[in-house]
């Protein structure tokens, strides 16, 4: 039977990505999940490893990791049933309102949803049935976790951070996307060139321009892509980090000295390399 099912959609590509577009609307609920509580999840052993050293007692808590306890409404607690969890449906259905107290839900979650869903259907469209497309969509559902986590958080966790890294170079392995060699000096020349640029910017100005996990995801990418790829991906990255940043500061009157998190941009960067960089590189050099 996979094999039967695995050969329809290999033989029907409209199918392929219809099929993978729904599994990235039910991936994007689940990744509301991810981008509300691992942050959390973050902070509370942060204290515990604090209070542990500090050797101050710790308060026994209730559990609380990606699948306990089950979602609630924040304003009343009401536990959500699984009719109420349908991706994008049930919020119109319940036209964005919890089922319970009817006080209003954020439309972020149906977004996050959709935005996840698109960019599924995208990827899979772009790669085809096979392996690539597989990893390529588990990579892009992680970028978008993280990416909404630095935007809310200015965080990039290691806990989906270094497991893609490593993934990236297990893949090389395989040269699915690249070679082992150049997964291995893309990792280090990623993660080494923007530790030199954190500490050249901080010896120059006293402050840091860019966090711990920036460099981690941009070895991420160099693991994925090959080191040939990392100067499109930084590229790409401060070009859309500077329009935006402008944009927000001229239209919204966004504090300059205000941190903007860079995370989001060398995502969204990486995004784009993944799919179309031997594209945009051949063009550059003919």
């Not at 910017?201 to 090959?226: I, P, Q, R, S, V």
Request: include cysteine; aromatic fraction near 12%.
């Amino acid at each position: 039977m996979p094999s039967q099912i695995a050969h329809i959609l290999e033989s029907n590509p409209a199918l392929f990505v219809a099929a993978v577009t729904v599994i990235g609307l039910f991936v994007g609920s689940f990744l509301n999940v991810v981008i509300h509580r691992l942050p959390i999840m973050m902070q509370r052993s942060w204290r515990s490893q604090c209070q542990e050293l500090l050797e101050l007692k710790q308060e026994p808590q209730e559990t609380f990791n990606l699948n306990r306890p089950r979602s609630r409404c924040p304003h009343c607690g009401h536990m959500i049933s699984a009719l109420e969890n349908i991706p994008v449906l049930s919020y119109l259905l319940q036209r964005g309102r919890c089922k319970h107290c009817r006080e209003p839900i954020s439309v972020r979650y149906p977004l996050i949803e959709l935005f996840t869903a698109l960019m599924t259907g995208i990827t899979a469209w772009h790669f085809g049935f096979g392996w690539p497309a597989l990893f390529a969509v588990l990579l892009t559902w992680a970028l978008i976790a993280m990416s909404f986590i630095d935007i809310e958080h200015h965080l990039l966790p290691d806990d989906i951070t270094l497991p893609f890294l490593w993934l990236g170079l297990g893949l090389s392995l395989f040269g699915i996307f690249t070679g082992m060699q150049e997964a291995i000096i893309g990792a280090i020349a990623g993660y080494l060139s923007l530790w030199l640029v954190y500490w050249a910017f901080k010896l120059l100005t006293g402050k840091e321009g860019m966090g711990y996990g920036d460099f981690k995801l941009f070895a991420l990418f160099g693991a994925w892509l090959g080191w040939q790829s990392l100067p499109l991906v930084i590229l790409l990255s401060s070009l859309v980090g500077a329009a935006i940043g402008i944009a927000m500061i001229v239209l919204r009157g966004r504090d300059r000295q205000l941190p903007i998190p860079f995370g989001p941009y060398l995502a969204a960067a990486g995004w784009i390399a993944l799919l179309w960089g031997d594209a945009m590189i051949e063009a550059y050099l003919v």
